[in-house]
DNA sequence: AGATACCGGTATCGAATCTATACCGTCCGA
DNA sequence: TCGGACGGTATAGATTCGATACCGGTATCT
């Protein structure tokens, strides 16, 4: 395949895509509307921690970058429902097998850090 | 499988370990180690735009956490070389998934991106 | 009608983090 | 002995982040 797109060139498109990405809360967004679209305070609720501050920026920036659809609800009461795109979608594949890296993980990476510190 | 550990809960490790793999540069080394060991220097110069503080500081930390190996070559001049561990190289499989989503989808987003624009 | 509660956020401020830039000690070859 | 590569540190400024408080609109309860 061979795209033009290279990751490591400070200067590639490519690389503000993956910041994006891999900012703070993107991939538990992401994790979080997997198979469900979900209100604003759901989400709060779902993703422990977050503040709605970044809850909000994350949203507002992953709606820019076309990979959630925001949605005002005209029923009674009026809510607003966050869903992935297409493109959502896609990227859920990958922050999928992240998160359940992570998750597959901790006593991996438990274990090194206490050798770490035995070292010390 | 159904493991122990849920990324959503504020307090679970997996959290912690997540959090890390999501730092700035650590997508970008583990690709850069992709298929070889490298020195300081080399990972500077392959990772454009990354500060000597930054490859600093992620590669400590990746090393506490067990995904890359410090070893000082005793050669002729000495170096430092930068290898990913078994735990490292498990990790290569969903970032560079990550990596290629990213490679691979940018004119989506600028599509987005050039979309949102024009609506406002 | 008035009080109360929930939703979807903003505003503000201090703390933590990241970047840019300059510098440093060690080792080596010329 | 001079210069350069290597593997970093130090410092300062800009940026981002998190904690917390608040707010306007709409129901619902009494």
Redesign the interface.
């Known amino acids: ?1 061979g ?1 033009a ?7 590639c ?3 503000t ?8 809360w993107t ?2 967004i992401v ?2 509307l997997d198979n469900r679209p979900m209100r604003f305070t759901e989400l709060k609720a ?4 977050i503040t709605p501050k970044a809850l909000t920026e994350t949203l507002r920036a992953m ?5 959630i659809s925001r949605t005002e609800v005209p029923a009674n009461p009026p809510h607003v429902e966050y869903a992935l795109t297409d ?1 959502g979608r ?2 859920l ?3 999928r ?10 006593p ?6 206490a ?2 510190d035995a070292q010390r």
Chains 1, 2 share one sequence.
Do not use: K
């Open positions: 395949m795209n797109y290279n990751v490591m060139a400070a200067t498109p490519s690389r895509v993956l910041h994006r990405i891999g900012a703070r991939v538990f994790n979080a779902h993703i422990r921690g709606e820019y970058d076309g990979l493109l896609s990227l594949i990958p922050l097998a992240v998160r359940e890296w992570a998750e597959s993980h901790v991996d990476i438990e274990r090194a850090r050798q770490a």
